[in-house]
């Protein structure tokens, strides 16, 4: 089964409401970190979260993540037309030991702010 | 600062040529780089890890003599999918790792790959 896995699959909100997205994985990780990708592009890294925070915050972003349950959420407040995108977390593969740093990603929100 | 490169954007080839596309950590030096494939409306699925000077790791079901990989320098990775086939066709990305603490990624724009 894969690590990573998002809900909701998609999100449609009108411009100003809040999205909140969310993410559960199986393994134990060290970090969490939240991708955007804009149709057809790259992945823009957005925040990484460490195994012993709990929440973080960047601008209209904010993070948690609850290592008891495996999950994190993603929440884009004030929403925009241009945070239309497609987010993906992304957890990395070790565990307590030292590992390749290789990241897993989940199948992804796809969010459309309506304006 | 933290900008990967990748080229070409998009390239059409026909089934059987080879191509290769490049991965270049523009401001930074990234001993080690990954290879992703992405299909339409699908997550990124890890093919390789590329570490500079020896030679990829590849996933499991990836076929190495297909998708080859040479991390030459530490700022260049490349990826050349010999004898493509139309299902080869798909949006290939590399990221290389940082050097801060906690490794984050930066990935390149990708690339659009098809083959007819």
């Known amino acids: 089964s894969q690590q990573g896995e998002e809900d909701p699959q998609a999100l449609s909100i009108q411009e100003g409401e809040n999205a909140t997205m969310n993410c559960s994985y199986k393994t134990s990780i060290n970090n969490l970190q939240w991708y955007r990708q804009n149709s057809g592009r790259g992945l823009v890294h957005l925040i990484l979260?460490?195994?012993?925070?709990r929440e973080k915050h960047s601008g209209r972003l904010r993070v948690t993540l609850d290592t008891s349950k495996k999950s994190s959420s993603l929440l884009i407040t004030a929403s925009r037309a241009a945070d239309t995108a497609s987010y993906f977390c992304?957890?990395?593969?070790?565990?307590?030991?030292?590992?390749?740093?290789?990241?897993?990603f989940g199948k992804g929100t796809k969010l459309s702010v309506i304006p | 600062g933290a900008v990967v490169s990748q080229h070409p954007s998009r390239v059409i080839c026909k089934s059987g040529t080879s191509v290769k596309i490049e991965c270049r950590s523009l401001d930074f030096q990234a001993t080690t780089m990954f290879w992703y494939r992405q299909f339409p409306k699908k997550s990124l699925m890890l093919m390789a890890t590329s570490n500079e000077g020896s030679k990829a790791t590849y996933e499991q079901g990836v076929e190495k003599d297909k998708f080859l990989i040479n991390h030459a320098s530490l700022t260049l990775s490349t990826l050349t999918v010999t004898s493509a086939h139309p299902e080869d066709s798909s949006f290939y990305i590399c990221?290389?790792?940082?050097?801060?603490?906690?490794?984050?990624?930066?990935f390149g724009p990708g690339t659009r790959l098809t083959v007819t």
């Open positions: 992304a957890t990395d593969a070790r565990g307590s030991g030292a590992g390749s740093y290789q990241l897993t």
């Open positions: 979260i460490r195994s012993n925070e």
């Open positions: 990221s290389a790792l940082g050097t801060g603490g906690w490794y984050e990624q930066y």
